[in-house]
């Protein structure tokens, strides 16, 4: 893996800069890279892999668990690596990764482990705005963390107990691995991560203005209502949605997840059970970088406005059916 000269990290940096300054809007906060493996294991000579890799909350690229190759997602997953490059890189991680699957399996009985389980690893790095990058190693087991790689060294995770201490005193004595991988999450990482960023900057800054709408759910009992805002088709992802009434949140807002569609874009809703006496005067404030600052606000109307609306178009449309037919008759 190549190394960085003081020259290439200064480049790197002021590139860090200038990319995190075009990004006004998305990226003021950390930008991480992490890759996601998971092991289960099955028994002793079975074993199922996945693996992909993530920026922030967009994934960029598959694994080929048979290879050890990478899947790219986005035409600019490459960054502005070379071929040989990322072949460098995929060889090294699945090596570490056939490693750490290897000493599990070797260790089944001493870590009192149990068939069947699973082990996840996350890894990757983060960049500050005005700060040094930060790599990262975690692993997790059953779900659980294990234990995390912090400078040149192995450290248990509280919930781990007497497994995670024995984990990291086996870990802490492969010396020239630990080096390779300080190396990888601290210095390749970075390097990469930049490079995709400058490469996937236009669809990166992309921005789609959410559309919105609201509907009555399922009631919760007698007298109230469930109201819910919908908010569709927007990117990227951070987005600010409140039950209000006038400039007061309304604490009872119920938020839920933010659901990916086919396209890359996302879905939110959020509801509020209410009285139904009190439902007048609320509205649903949308706020996304897409709006300018302008946010967009829809009031809750009224289900006896909806029903003077509706007599005030089927009562004429009725009269005037009955005066046809009796003219008609009449005729």
């Known amino acids: ?84 490059q990322l072949r460098k890189l995929e060889k090294l991680l699945y090596t570490y990764y056939i490693g750490l699957r290897q000493v599990f399996q070797d260790h089944v009985r001493h870590w009192q482990l149990e068939y069947p389980f699973q082990v996840q690893l996350s890894e990757g790095c983060e960049l500050h705005f005005g700060e040094a990058s ?65 490469a996937g900057k236009a669809d990166l800054q992309r921005q789609v203005r959410p559309e919105a709408w609201l509907s009555a759910g399922p009631s919760p009992g007698p007298g109230h209502l469930l109201l819910v805002c919908h908010v569709s088709g927007f990117y990227p992802k951070p987005v600010w949605v409140m039950w209000m009434r006038g400039e007061q949140e309304q604490r009872g807002t119920q938020r839920g997840d933010v659901l990916p569609h086919a396209d890359g874009t996302w879905y939110l809703q959020m509801s509020l059970d209410v009285k139904a006496t009190e439902a007048a005067g609320l509205s649903c404030r949308v ?44 005729w």
Not at 295 to 317: K, N, R
């Open 134 to 198: 930060v790599g990262f190693v975690r692993i997790a087991y059953q779900g659980a963390d294990l234990v995390s790689f912090q400078n040149l060294t192995w450290w248990p995770s509280p919930e781990g107990g007497s497994r995670a201490q024995e984990v990291c005193k086996l870990f802490n004595q492969y010396h020239v691995f630990n080096e390779g991988l300080h190396t990888l999450f601290s210095d390749s990482c970075p390097q990469f991560l930049l490079s995709l960023l400058d």
């Open 1 to 84: 893996m190549a190394t960085c000269s003081p020259l290439r990290i200064t480049v790197n940096w002021w590139l860090l800069i200038l990319l995190l300054c075009s990004f006004s809007t998305g990226f003021q906060e950390p930008i991480s890279l992490r890759i996601i493996l998971t092991s289960s294991f099955y028994n002793h000579f079975r074993t199922q892999n996945m693996g992909s890799a993530w920026l922030d909350e967009l994934q960029t690229h598959g694994w080929d668990n048979k290879t050890g190759a990478f899947i790219f997602l986005w035409p600019w997953s490459r960054g502005n690596w070379s071929t040989e």
């Open 287 to 330: 706020r996304h970088s897409s709006l300018g600052g302008q946010d967009m606000v829809l009031y809750w109307e009224q289900p006896h406005s909806m029903g003077l609306v509706f007599l005030a178009v089927i009562v004429p449309v009725v009269l005037l059916a009955g005066l046809a037919l009796w003219l008609w008759k009449r």
